[in-house]
């Protein structure tokens, strides 16, 4: 049986349309992603059955929740799914725990079940039981929140920019708890988001909203690494990829081994054999036709041009490349790319200024 999601919805206003027709994993961190107005908030809550789709469908697996061509649509009330919003509407005169209780009283028997102290624990909250949400802090709030959804035993996690009210600090602080859920739930999360380091940091799958329609959809690094599509994340476009800690070293340096090759990061004190996702930026990724000897850069692996496009800053091309079957995108000068006679098929080396671990 398939829990893939099936998501088709055509939502009609005065200066805005929405027609979106998604196919979606039914496990790990879907990110609907784009411009204030791309219409991420509504077709979220079109899923919740927030608001209607004339002709709308959305299933997961085989659980359809509407199907107006049979006329079928369930109220967001009687669907198991839980729902996040970028403020955690908590009930102000419960504890923790009765804000928690209430979420499990309306658990559906169809989702997943949880025991309270076991989510209270992977959300890092078991000591603010006691506590009423005026006591606690916006993040605390928010975990909170995901905790009370996750009770009343949802099919899927539907989060509206979860984090958009939180300075960085607390972004920070809760995002540690969104990459366990990631790791540690059977169910699917859709994740609206703006934030380009959110997404590269949790999705696994990326929909690119524009103006009410999907520009693409596909696993992370696949939409990542379109050069088709470069106004989508013009100066933050790169790509992720995903590296073991093999080593730490005597002068300071982690060592990160991916099947295209070799990168030395900052000391970072993860256990040898640790998966961690890196960002790679194309504007830190420059090109050498023959490996560099005379440079102070450490990482350079070894790359096949796929192909090359402009890109929305003047003068530079977005070029794509393949590290042993990883994508990789370098922003590079026009006229660098016409020197190094830059095309499809050219064997070269990408030398990898800067890495950005993201976790
Ligand atoms: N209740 C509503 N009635 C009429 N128009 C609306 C309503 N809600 C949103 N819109 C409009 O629909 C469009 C899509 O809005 P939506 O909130 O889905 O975008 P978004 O991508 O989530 O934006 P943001 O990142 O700013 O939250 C916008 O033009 C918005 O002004």
Request: glycine letters at 8%.
């Amino acid at each position: 049986m398939s829990s893939a999601i099936q998501a088709r919805f055509r939502i009609e206003r005065r200066d805005f349309s929405l027609a979106v027709d998604l196919t979606l994993p039914g496990r790990g961190i879907t990110a609907l992603f784009g411009h204030s107005g791309s219409g991420k908030t509504t077709c979220l809550r079109a899923m919740a059955g927030l608001e209607r789709a004339a002709d709308g469908y959305f299933a997961i697996g085989d659980e359809v929740w509407q199907d107006e061509a049979a006329g079928c649509f369930v109220p967001t009330h009687q669907r198991a799914l839980g729902v996040v919003f970028q403020e955690a509407s908590l009930f102000p005169h419960l504890s923790v725990r009765g804000n928690m209780e209430f979420g499990q009283k309306r658990a559906s028997t169809a989702g997943l079940r949880f025991a309270l102290p076991e989510i209270a624990e992977m959300l890092g909250i078991d000591h603010l039981l006691a506590r009423n949400p005026a006591q606690l802090s916006g993040g605390e709030r928010q975990r909170v929140a995901i905790a009370r959804a996750l009770l009343a035993g949802p099919q899927i996690l539907l989060m509206d920019e979860p984090l958009a009210a939180l300075d960085l600090k607390r972004k920070l602080e809760i995002l540690p708890y969104l990459e366990r859920l990631h790791r540690e739930l059977a169910i699917p999360i859709i994740y609206v988001s703006h934030a380009p380091d959110e997404v590269a940091r949790l999705a696994d799958h990326l929909v690119l909203l524009d103006d009410g329609k999907v520009v693409a959809s596909g696993r992370l690094n696949e939409v990542l690494s379109r050069i088709d599509l470069p106004s989508a994340f013009a100066d933050d476009a790169g790509v992720v990829i995903e590296a073991s800690v093999a080593a730490h070293e005597a002068d300071d340096l982690t060592r990160l081994e991916f099947p295209g090759g070799t990168i030395f990061v900052s000391r970072h004190d993860e256990p040898v054999g640790t998966f961690l996702r890196c960002r790679i930026h194309a504007r830190d990724v420059s090109l050498a036709l023959v490996p560099q000897v005379h440079t102070s850069i450490l990482n350079c692996v070894g790359a096949v041009v796929v192909d090359l496009a402009p890109t929305a800053t003047p003068g530079h091309v977005l070029v794509k490349l393949d590290v042993a079957g990883e994508p990789l995108l370098a922003r590079i000068t026009r006229r660098s790319a016409e020197r190094l006679g830059i095309r499809p098929g050219l064997a070269l080396r990408a030398q990898i200024k800067a890495v950005a671990l993201l976790a």
